[in-house]
């Protein structure tokens, strides 16, 4: 097992409490000096809020665990490409490096709709690989996904 592959691992359990919470099962770490400082899972539904994705929260435990909001050596593993929001955020916060499970053709902004991780016109572009444990990573999606239209049709 590769490095990558041992910490999209990590990220993969932080996206299965997601999952036992009934949220889109997305999750997410951020690594240091080859340690793991920040995990963060989505939680949208759970805290009623918007901006409770995988990525921010991990940012925000991050950013508090080092004292600073640049997060210039630091390699975030998340499951899923980010959405235009948590793109934007990892911008901002700097972050060398991303390293992503399955990409996201309807919402991701990592190359799918848009590549803001790597837009020139920005101040800091991050390093990005995908297709990490791309297949347990998208699997674990599509059926959550399955799921939940089997819970509809049976509630309707």
Not at 28 to 47: E, L
Not at 69 to 92: F, H, K, N, S
């Amino acid at each position: 097992m590769t490095e990558d592959e041992r910490y999209m691992k990590e990220a993969i359990k932080q996206a299965k409490k997601a999952y036992a919470l009934d949220e889109v099962p997305i999750g997410c770490v951020i690594v240091q000096d080859n340690k793991i400082i920040a995990r963060g899972y989505n939680r949208r539904n759970t805290d009623k809020n918007a901006l409770a994705h995988a990525e921010i929260s991990a940012i925000k435990k991050a950013s508090k665990k080092t004292g600073d909001w640049r997060l210039e050596d630091c390699t975030m593993y998340v499951t899923l490409e980010p959405c235009q929001m948590c793109a934007g955020a990892i911008v901002q916060s700097r972050m060398k490096k991303v390293v992503i499970g399955a990409m996201n053709p309807k919402a991701g902004c990592a190359g799918s709709i848009i590549n803001i991780l790597q837009m020139k016109q920005f101040n800091h572009q991050a390093e990005m690989e995908n297709g990490i444990l791309e297949k347990e990573c998208a699997d674990m999606l599509s059926t959550f996904f399955k799921e939940l239209r089997e819970k509809k049709k049976l509630n309707s």
